[in-house]
T-cell receptor, first 114, second 111 residues
Framework: DAMVIQNPRYQVTQFGKPVTLSCSQT?????MYWYQQKSSQAPKLLFH???????NEADTPDNFQSRRPNTSFCFLDIRSPGLGDAAMYLC?????????????FGPGTRLTVT | QKEVEQNSGPLSVPEGAIASLNCTYS??????FFWYRQYSGKSPELIMS????GDKEDGRFTAQLNKASQYVSLLIRDSQPSDSATYLC???????????FGTGTRLKVLA
């Protein structure tokens, strides 16, 4: 089945210790997104890629970076996690908007910072 | 600042009843609207998309869109306890392919 996969599903890291979250998709979608979601809050867009074109949200901290080495994979790097970065990180994909606007999420990675 | 507003709830309905969830948005140019269901601790799951004014039905779900009033709603007929979840409204910001989400309405279906 075509899908969006995130690894790991749960990640525990220490304060200040870099962490990388990964996302892969078999949907062959052009656009990939990273969201941060905290309890009882809306998913907050961090950045997105249209193919290789990277788009950063103005309020995304510099501590967060992303890489998309190819169509299928996208990574979220948190260089120095703080306690406030503990959240669910969601990867999502969508087709070229000219074809379909529907966005599909992976299962998420729950990040705990100790 | 583009916004999507939802009543946080909880909205409690008895099993078998119709649940009505509402959403308003601020971007008058938005053309694409979505409803997602999110169970506690899980990721959002797309249940409906709507792009034109009027109603769109899919099984027990009906999405309603009124662009003039900047209002979109979701009706769930014959509500089941398994429908208990948070329902997120999402809108694509006009001229972009960025989605903005509401904080969601928590629905509780009472058996």
């Amino acid at each position: 089945d075509a899908m969006v996969i995130q690894n790991p599903r749960y990640q525990v890291t220490q304060f200040g210790k870099p962490v990388t979250l990964s996302c892969s998709q078999t949907l062959n979608h052009n656009v990939m997104y990273w969201y941060q979601q905290k309890s009882s809050q809306a998913p907050k867009l961090l950045f997105h890629y249209y193919d290789k074109d990277f788009n950063n949200e103005a309020d995304t901290p510099d501590n967060f970076q992303s890489r998309r080495p190819n169509t299928s994979f996208c990574f979220l790097d948190i260089r120095s996690p703080g306690l406030g970065d503990a959240a669910m990180y969601l990867c999502a994909t969508s087709r070229d908007p000219g074809q379909s606007y529907e966005q599909y999420f992976g299962p998420g990675t729950r990040l705990t910072v100790t | 600042q583009k916004e999507v507003e939802q009543n946080s709830g909880p909205l409690s309905v008895p099993e078998g009843a119709i649940a009505s969830l509402n959403c308003t948005y601020s971007d008058r140019g938005s053309q694409s609207f979505f409803w997602y269901r999110q169970y506690s601790g899980k990721s959002p799951e797309l249940i409906m998309s709507i792009y034109s004014n009027g109603d769109k039905e899919d099984g027990r779900f009906t999405a309603q869109l009124n662009k003039a009033s900047q209002y979109v709603s979701l009706l769930i007929r014959d509500s089941q306890p398994s429908d208990s979840a948070t329902y997120l409204c999402a809108v694509i910001i006009s001229g972009t392919y960025k989605y903005i989400f509401g904080t969601g309405t928590r629905l509780k279906v009472l058996a």
